[in-house]
């Protein structure tokens, strides 16, 4: 059985950071690539990034140059680092293992002075 935990949401100033942590279990996690997704309410859900196995990211145009993905296998873990964060980024933001179509809980982001 897949399970995903988010953590490291929170409430941010706009121009602040946050990093989001995803802990994996269930999966062989060195093989598998990772995704972040977010839903802002009324609005569809929006790949956010994306990093392969091979430790290769893809990011959502609107968060290029801002966000950075990236992994720890031994930790089992794939991080969302945030920064320059912007009142649209609000969502709840959720990790994702494509391969099994497995989701976490999410955890909320929300920027606002």
């Known amino acids: 059985q897949v399970q995903l935990v988010e953590s490291g949401g929170g409430l941010v100033q706009p121009g602040g950071s946050l990093r989001l942590s995803c802990v994996v279990s269930g999966i062989a996690f060195y093989y598998a690539a990772m995704d972040w997704y977010r839903q802002a309410p009324g609005k569809q859900r929006e790949l956010v990034a994306t990093?392969?196995?091979?430790?290769?990211?893809i990011y959502g145009d609107s968060v290029k140059g801002r966000f950075t993905i990236s992994r720890d296998n031994a930790k089992n873990t794939v991080y969302l680092q945030m920064n320059s964060l912007k009142p649209e980024d609000t969502a709840v933001y959720y990790c994702?293992?494509?391969?099994?179509?497995?989701w976490g809980q999410g955890t909320q982001v929300t920027v606002s002075s």
């Open positions: 994702h293992v494509p391969a099994r179509d497995a």
């Open positions: 990093i392969t196995n091979t430790d290769s990211p």
